[in-house]
């Protein structure tokens, strides 16, 4: 599975930007899709998780109610919309996805990051 980013930028703070991941080379079985940010100095953190098998989304604390991931309307590209963006937002975004069966797995996948087993190349958000 190849995964590729795009949509990364600069903005002020209270502004919004959108973030895509396009699929590629995924198989017929379900998966999860996470989105992962690393800020230069701090650990990677899971912002949200999407389930493929039935649309569940699962978030973070840090950013339920200003981030909307959803399927976009091209194919095999899952969208993360990030509104009233903060200067603690600004890192690294990462796609990530690995095979799941169940829902569960997606929201376990925010916390254990490791099991994403194919990751995009990143793009950077800076809010300032």
């Known amino acids: 599975v190849q995964l590729v980013e795009s949509g990364g930028g600069s903005v002020q703070a209270g502004g919004s930007l959108r973030l895509s991941c396009s699929a590629s080379g995924a198989t017929s079985s379900t998966y999860c899709m996470g989105w992962v940010r690393q800020a230069p100095g701090k650990e990677r953190e899971g912002v949200g998780a999407f389930y493929t098998g039935g649309g569940a989304i699962f978030y973070a604390d840090s950013v339920k109610g200003r981030f909307t991931i959803y ?3 091209a194919p095999n590209t899952l969208s993360l919309q990030m509104m009233s963006l903060k200067p603690e937002d600004s890192a690294m975004y990462y796609c990530a996805a690995r095979l ?6 997606a929201l376990n996948a925010l916390s254990n990051l490791e099991a994403f087993r194919y ?3 990143g793009t950077q958000v800076t809010v300032s």
């Open 119 to 121: 990751w995009g190349q």
């Open 100 to 105: 799941c069966a169940t829902p569960g797995q």
């Open 71 to 73: 399927r976009d309307s």
